[in-house]
């Protein structure tokens, strides 16, 4: 019995290592240009949180800026009520360009963030793997340079959380508002 366990509990965890290293990286990713501005259109999760938040989430403001030792800070600004709240969060980089690691000390969260793909210039979809005590979860986000998107933009979005597991009700197009959206770098 025990035996079986171990074996079913490794398979477990080599099918979720080769479900992460499944998830692609923009070829030839370069850092400089994702800089900048970008919104929030999309987002997609299985995470506790996003199913509870879900009803209550808008369009988000984010700025990507470089440090000095080559990470990005990310800053992004939502609206949450009828406040502004800003979030601050340092990507750290790894040996492979297009890839970071972040660990979220207040929920106890490490994160694998792979820039998937991405023009520079127009939008960038973001793949997240996330372990937490509670498990593992998965979140793809859509940025885009403008706050509107092409329906092929938003299509691929879609496509491409459905290929990372996640159903039609953890993708969500996040609803447009102006709140929040002044520069918050």
């Known amino acids: 019995m025990k035996a079986t366990l171990l074996s079913v509990l490794g398979l477990a ?5 080769h479900a992460q290293d499944s998830i692609p990286v923009q ?10 501005r970008w919104y929030s259109i999309g987002l997609a999760s299985n995470s506790n949180w996003f ?9 988000c403001n984010t700025i990507i800026s470089a440090t000095s030792d080559g990470n990005l800070e990310v800053t992004s600004t939502y609206p949450k009520g009828d406040q502004c709240v800003t979030r601050n969060s340092l ?8 890839r970071f ?3 979220n000390t207040r929920w106890g969260s490490k994160h694998d963030i ?32 403008t706050k509107e998107l092409s329906p092929e933009r ?5 496509q491409f959380s459905r290929e990372q597991g996640l159903t039609d009700d953890e993708i969500l197009i996040l609803p447009l508002t102006d709140k929040c959206m002044a520069d918050a770098a």
């Open 154 to 158: 938003l299509e691929r979005f879609t």
């Open 114 to 145: 792979r820039v998937v793909e991405t023009n520079y210039e127009e939008y960038a979809l973001v793949a997240t793997q996330i372990t937490k005590s509670t498990g593992p979860s998965t979140m793809v986000l859509l940025y885009s340079r």
């Open 13 to 17: 965890l080599l099918g979720a290592l």
């Open 51 to 59: 199913k509870e938040k879900r009803p209550l989430m808008k369009m």
């Open 101 to 103: 690691s972040y660990t």
């Open 27 to 36: 070829a030839d990713f370069q850092q400089d240009k994702i800089t900048g």
């Open 91 to 98: 990507y750290i980089k790894t040996e492979q360009p297009g």
